[in-house]
């Protein structure tokens, strides 16, 4: 009798090493283990993780390349809406997980799966965002999540792996590590309080440059096409700036939000080529969109990334926001310069063909072609009126 397939999240730690032997020894499963790279793994961590897989006894293993997929159905929207969560975090690595569920989804549909599992905790985000796209997308596939039910310890984990023959060094790093196209997430001991700073050594890439430069970033139609002189796809872009912005130490900072479950959260994160990207881009929107498109997209930006954040990506609501942000960015085309210091980036300037501030209306602060001083005085009496009428009734002194 063939045994009932389960597509597993693997990754190749504690966690899903643990669910990998839980689900053939106890539930008599064949293990699927699938590892989803939306940008974090190198071609050596991919190969890595299948060997750690084929070592545990996996009936098969996958790799889902989602990067490009990634980009194109959420990153490209996040920068579109210069999005950063609580005016920090730019939802590095959160925003990948919903994008991997339903690519989880897919291959578990693909093979007949009749079950689908992940290794997350009952303490955490992710375990909220796997769930409800699973639910969503494929109601008749039942989740599994054996560290979430069993609420075993590390070392009881560790004890459950050498009964069944699996000998490995699980010493529990001193940092947790996520690496994503969009940043890196840190998470140790000092994000578990309030008041302590992460270390030089926690974050992965150590300040190597010191001397200051510039690079340019070239921007159409709001999407990165380009830096100094080399055309690049907005994937090649994104992870070419990072290897830059690494070598500056850039785009380090510490979250603190609240959680999908409602407890405050604390993390750190590198995230240089996000950081730069997103302030450069809002930089070139405030050259080339009105007042009120920048007012707009300000809210619907936020809301975008909240809804990100809290698993509502398909929330239908989300679709009209796209739509709108994608047509803000007919005129988002042109160079932004960017100068890059240890540990800090500045933006020097842009040039793009849309820049409102060459109209020959005139120059703020110098003078006035279009307009002449009574049209000034006028047109501030009569923007006055609605404060005058509110004054004479209620009077403000």
């Known amino acids: 009798m063939t045994p009932t397939k389960v597509v597993l999240a693997f990754s190749g730690g504690l966690d899903t090493s643990f669910c990998t032997q839980y689900l053939i020894h106890e539930k008599k499963l064949e293990v699927c283990s699938a590892v989803v790279n939306t940008g974090g793994f190198s071609e050596y961590e991919l190969q890595r993780i299948e060997k750690q897989a084929k070592i545990l006894g996996v009936a098969q293993h996958e790799t889902l390349e989602q990067t490009e997929e990634f980009y194109q159905s959420i990153v490209k929207y996040l920068i579109y809406g210069n999005v950063l969560r609580n005016n920090t975090y730019p939802l590095s690595v959160s925003a990948e997980r919903t994008h991997q569920a339903v690519a989880l989804v897919k291959y ?9 599992a992940h290794g997350s905790t009952g303490a ?13 997308l494929a109601p ?6 054996p560290v979430r039910d069993l609420k075993l310890s590390r070392q009881e ?25 969009w940043g890196t997430s840190i998470g140790g001991d000092e994000t578990l309080s309030s008041h302590l700073a992460l270390p030089e050594q926690a974050y992965p890439h150590p300040l190597s440059r010191t001397e200051s430069s510039t690079v340019t970033l070239h921007f159409k139609k709001g999407e990165l096409c380009g830096i100094d002189d080399k055309e690049l796809s907005p994937v090649a872009g994104i992870k070419e700036l990072e290897k830059i912005a690494r070598e500056y130490a850039v785009g380090r900072d510490i979250h603190v939000g609240d959680t999908i479950i409602g407890i405050k959260g604390r993390v ?32 619907l930006g936020n809301w975008y990334g909240m809804f990100i954040h809290e698993a509502q990506y398909f929330e239908p609501v989300m679709r009209n926001i796209e739509v709108f ?23 020097e300037g842009v040039h793009s063909p849309h820049d409102l501030m060459q109209s020959e209306f005139g120059q703020y602060g110098e003078m006035n072609n279009q307009w002449t001083a009574e049209d000034a005085k006028g047109f501030t009496k009569i923007l006055a009126n609605p404060l005058q009428i509110f004054n004479q009734v209620n009077s403000l002194l």
Not at 157 to 181: C, D, F, M, T
């Open 124 to 136: 955490g985000n992710d375990q909220i965002r796997f769930d409800l796209v699973f639910q969503l």
């Open 108 to 116: 578990a549909k693909s093979i007949g799966a009749k079950y689908i």
């Open 325 to 347: 942000m994608e047509d803000s960015q007919k005129h988002v085309t042109g160079k932004v310069v960017v100068r890059l210091h240890p540990y800090r980036f500045v933006v």
């Open 268 to 299: 750190g994160f590198e995230a240089g080529a996000s950081q730069i990207i997103l302030k450069a881009h809002h930089t070139l929107e405030k050259h080339t969109l009105t007042k009120w498109q920048l007012h707009w997209k300000e809210q």
């Open 157 to 181: 984990e560790i004890e459950y792996l050498k009964k069944h023959g699996v000998e490995k060094s699980w010493e529990k790093a001193k940092y947790s590590i996520n690496q994503g196209l």
């Open 140 to 145: 008749e596939i039942e989740i599994l999540t």
